[in-house]
Protein backbone atom coordinates (compact mmCIF):
# COMPACT_ATOMS: atom_id res chain seq x y z
CA UNK A 1 0.00 0.00 0.00
CA UNK A 2 1.35 3.79 -0.42
CA UNK A 3 1.34 6.34 2.46
CA UNK A 4 -0.04 9.39 3.03
CA UNK A 5 1.78 11.47 0.38
CA UNK A 6 0.93 15.28 2.05
CA UNK A 7 3.69 15.03 4.26
CA UNK A 8 1.57 15.62 7.50
CA UNK A 9 1.17 12.19 8.58
CA UNK A 10 4.09 10.29 10.11
CA UNK A 11 2.27 6.70 10.90
CA UNK A 12 2.65 5.90 7.26
CA UNK A 13 -1.66 5.37 6.79
CA UNK A 14 -2.39 3.42 3.56
CA UNK A 15 -4.11 6.38 1.19
CA UNK A 16 -7.77 6.42 0.17
CA UNK A 17 -8.28 8.89 -2.00
CA UNK A 18 -6.81 11.90 -4.36
CA UNK A 19 -7.25 15.41 -4.82
CA UNK A 20 -6.82 16.25 -8.62
CA UNK A 21 -6.15 19.82 -7.93
CA UNK A 22 -3.41 19.60 -5.19
CA UNK A 23 -2.26 16.10 -7.24
CA UNK A 24 -2.19 15.29 -3.28
CA UNK A 25 -3.12 11.18 -2.22
CA UNK A 26 -4.70 11.04 1.29
CA UNK A 27 -5.03 8.82 4.13
CA UNK A 28 -8.89 8.77 5.38
CA UNK A 29 -7.95 11.05 8.21
CA UNK A 30 -6.61 13.40 5.91
CA UNK A 31 -9.60 12.90 3.73
CA UNK A 32 -12.09 14.35 5.69
CA UNK A 33 -9.98 17.80 7.09
CA UNK A 34 -8.93 18.49 3.01
CA UNK A 35 -12.36 18.56 2.04
CA UNK A 36 -13.15 20.81 5.25
CA UNK A 37 -10.29 23.09 4.54
CA UNK A 38 -10.79 22.89 0.44
CA UNK A 39 -14.53 22.41 0.30
CA UNK A 40 -13.79 23.52 -3.87
CA UNK A 41 -11.50 20.60 -4.64
CA UNK A 42 -12.35 17.09 -6.03
CA UNK A 43 -11.65 14.94 -3.82
CA UNK A 44 -11.87 11.23 -5.24
CA UNK A 45 -11.36 7.64 -3.86
CA UNK A 46 -8.84 6.06 -5.68
CA UNK A 47 -10.94 3.24 -6.98
CA UNK A 48 -13.12 5.73 -8.54
CA UNK A 49 -10.80 7.93 -10.36
CA UNK A 50 -10.86 6.78 -14.39
CA UNK A 51 -14.46 5.28 -13.68
CA UNK A 52 -16.22 8.85 -13.57
CA UNK A 53 -16.68 9.13 -17.18
CA UNK A 54 -17.90 6.67 -20.01
CA UNK A 55 -17.46 7.15 -23.56
CA UNK A 56 -19.34 5.70 -26.02
CA UNK A 57 -20.73 6.16 -29.66
CA UNK A 58 -24.15 7.36 -30.52
CA UNK A 59 -23.56 7.40 -34.32
CA UNK A 60 -20.74 6.88 -36.62
CA UNK A 61 -20.17 8.34 -40.41
CA UNK A 62 -17.36 6.95 -42.63
CA UNK A 63 -15.23 9.12 -44.74
CA UNK A 64 -13.32 9.16 -47.87
CA UNK A 65 -10.47 11.11 -45.94
CA UNK A 66 -7.66 8.90 -44.43
CA UNK A 67 -8.11 10.35 -41.07
CA UNK A 68 -9.54 13.68 -39.65
CA UNK A 69 -7.04 15.48 -37.48
CA UNK A 70 -9.10 18.54 -36.95
CA UNK A 71 -13.04 18.91 -35.93
CA UNK A 72 -15.14 22.52 -35.58
CA UNK A 73 -18.92 21.94 -34.52
CA UNK A 74 -20.94 24.55 -36.34
CA UNK A 75 -24.37 25.19 -36.37
CA UNK A 76 -27.04 23.14 -35.87
CA UNK A 77 -25.70 19.15 -36.93
CA UNK A 78 -22.93 20.99 -38.74
CA UNK A 79 -19.34 20.10 -38.71
CA UNK A 80 -15.50 21.45 -40.33
CA UNK A 81 -13.78 18.36 -40.44
CA UNK A 82 -10.58 18.45 -42.17
CA UNK A 83 -7.19 15.81 -42.80
CA UNK A 84 -4.09 17.71 -43.14
CA UNK A 85 -2.64 14.14 -45.34
CA UNK A 86 -5.64 14.49 -48.23
CA UNK A 87 -5.31 18.50 -48.13
CA UNK A 88 -9.16 19.31 -47.98
CA UNK A 89 -10.93 20.66 -45.51
CA UNK A 90 -15.02 19.79 -45.38
CA UNK A 91 -18.15 21.83 -44.71
CA UNK A 92 -20.76 19.19 -43.72
CA UNK A 93 -23.85 18.59 -42.65
CA UNK A 94 -24.81 15.13 -40.59
CA UNK A 95 -28.21 13.68 -41.15
CA UNK A 96 -29.54 9.86 -39.69
CA UNK A 97 -27.01 7.68 -40.98
CA UNK A 98 -25.09 9.66 -43.52
CA UNK A 99 -23.51 13.55 -44.63
CA UNK A 100 -23.84 15.65 -46.77
CA UNK A 101 -20.50 17.71 -48.01
CA UNK A 102 -21.64 21.49 -48.37
CA UNK A 103 -18.26 23.10 -49.29
CA UNK A 104 -14.82 21.77 -50.05
CA UNK A 105 -11.61 23.35 -49.36
CA UNK A 106 -8.63 22.41 -50.78
CA UNK A 107 -5.79 22.80 -47.98
CA UNK A 108 -3.87 21.67 -45.36
CA UNK A 109 -4.99 22.33 -41.98
CA UNK A 110 -3.08 21.83 -39.16
CA UNK A 111 -5.78 23.48 -36.68
CA UNK A 112 -9.04 25.50 -36.94
CA UNK A 113 -10.68 27.59 -34.09
CA UNK A 114 -13.63 29.85 -34.45
CA UNK A 115 -12.77 33.77 -33.88
CA UNK A 116 -16.77 34.88 -34.30
CA UNK A 117 -19.66 33.73 -35.33
CA UNK A 118 -18.29 34.26 -39.36
CA UNK A 119 -14.63 33.74 -39.18
CA UNK A 120 -12.40 30.60 -38.75
CA UNK A 121 -8.68 30.67 -37.87
CA UNK A 122 -6.82 28.08 -39.88
CA UNK A 123 -3.37 26.79 -38.78
CA UNK A 124 -1.87 25.15 -42.42
CA UNK A 125 1.30 25.26 -40.63
CA UNK A 126 2.80 28.56 -41.57
CA UNK A 127 3.78 31.89 -39.47
CA UNK A 128 0.79 33.08 -40.10
CA UNK A 129 -2.64 32.09 -39.86
CA UNK A 130 -5.44 32.67 -41.96
CA UNK A 131 -8.61 33.84 -41.27
CA UNK A 132 -11.49 31.91 -43.14
CA UNK A 133 -15.01 34.11 -43.91
CA UNK A 134 -17.43 30.68 -43.62
CA UNK A 135 -20.49 33.07 -45.10
CA UNK A 136 -18.74 33.55 -48.34
CA UNK A 137 -15.67 31.22 -48.60
CA UNK A 138 -12.80 33.68 -48.63
CA UNK A 139 -9.67 33.11 -47.44
CA UNK A 140 -7.26 35.65 -46.33
CA UNK A 141 -4.35 36.51 -44.49
CA UNK A 142 -5.19 36.77 -40.31
CA UNK A 143 -3.15 39.68 -37.76
CA UNK A 144 -1.86 36.34 -36.34
CA UNK A 145 1.81 35.54 -37.06
CA UNK A 146 4.24 33.60 -35.35
CA UNK A 147 7.37 34.11 -37.22
CA UNK A 148 9.78 32.51 -37.38
CA UNK A 149 7.82 29.56 -36.06
CA UNK A 150 5.66 27.65 -38.15
CA UNK A 151 2.12 27.30 -36.32
CA UNK A 152 0.34 23.94 -35.34
CA UNK A 153 -2.41 24.06 -32.97
CA UNK A 154 -4.41 27.22 -31.88
CA UNK A 155 -6.67 27.82 -29.14
CA UNK A 156 -9.07 30.65 -28.48
CA UNK A 157 -9.65 31.40 -25.01
CA UNK A 158 -12.98 33.13 -23.52
CA UNK A 159 -11.65 36.42 -23.21
CA UNK A 160 -10.61 36.09 -26.96
CA UNK A 161 -6.89 35.71 -26.17
CA UNK A 162 -5.48 33.38 -29.23
CA UNK A 163 -3.07 31.29 -28.10
CA UNK A 164 -0.62 29.29 -30.77
CA UNK A 165 1.61 26.41 -30.64
CA UNK A 166 4.66 26.85 -32.83
CA UNK A 167 7.78 25.54 -33.93
CA UNK A 168 10.39 24.61 -36.60
CA UNK A 169 13.31 22.36 -36.98
CA UNK A 170 15.64 25.21 -36.09
CA UNK A 171 14.19 27.99 -34.14
CA UNK A 172 12.35 25.29 -30.98
CA UNK A 173 8.90 24.61 -30.51
CA UNK A 174 6.68 27.41 -28.27
CA UNK A 175 3.59 28.67 -27.04
CA UNK A 176 2.72 32.47 -27.86
CA UNK A 177 -0.14 34.27 -26.47
CA UNK A 178 -1.79 37.21 -28.78
CA UNK A 179 -4.60 39.47 -28.04
CA UNK A 180 -7.42 40.49 -30.59
CA UNK A 181 -4.88 42.75 -32.63
CA UNK A 182 -2.06 40.33 -33.07
CA UNK A 183 0.25 41.68 -30.63
CA UNK A 184 2.39 39.14 -28.56
CA UNK A 185 1.51 39.30 -24.65
CA UNK A 186 3.26 36.21 -24.08
CA UNK A 187 6.15 33.43 -25.24
CA UNK A 188 6.45 29.88 -23.77
CA UNK A 189 9.44 28.21 -24.79
CA UNK A 190 11.96 27.55 -21.83
CA UNK A 191 11.68 26.67 -18.01
CA UNK A 192 13.63 27.79 -15.06
CA UNK A 193 16.32 25.91 -16.33
CA UNK A 194 16.18 26.98 -19.50
CA UNK A 195 15.06 23.72 -20.97
CA UNK A 196 12.67 23.49 -23.49
CA UNK A 197 8.95 22.72 -21.98
CA UNK A 198 7.60 21.52 -25.11
CA UNK A 199 8.16 18.80 -27.54
CA UNK A 200 5.01 19.12 -30.16
CA UNK A 201 2.43 21.58 -28.78
CA UNK A 202 -0.29 20.08 -31.47
CA UNK A 203 -3.17 20.67 -28.98
CA UNK A 204 -3.99 23.61 -26.64
CA UNK A 205 -7.11 23.94 -24.43
CA UNK A 206 -7.97 26.32 -21.43
Not at 55 to 81: A, E, H
Not at 181 to 200: A, C, M
Request: charged share 20%; with cysteine; proline share 2%.
Amino acid sequence: PIGCRTGLCKTGMTVTSKCLQCDFYLCENRRQQHIKEKSEHNVMYIKEIGKKFEMFSVKTFTTDLNYINCVLPDQGDKLWIGCYYDGVLYHIQLQDQEFTIINRINMKVYYMARLSQNKILLSIGESRLKLLDTETGEITDSVYDVSPFCSLAVHITSNNQVIIGAGDTTSGVVVMVLDNKGTRLSVYEHDQHNQPIFTSPVSITS
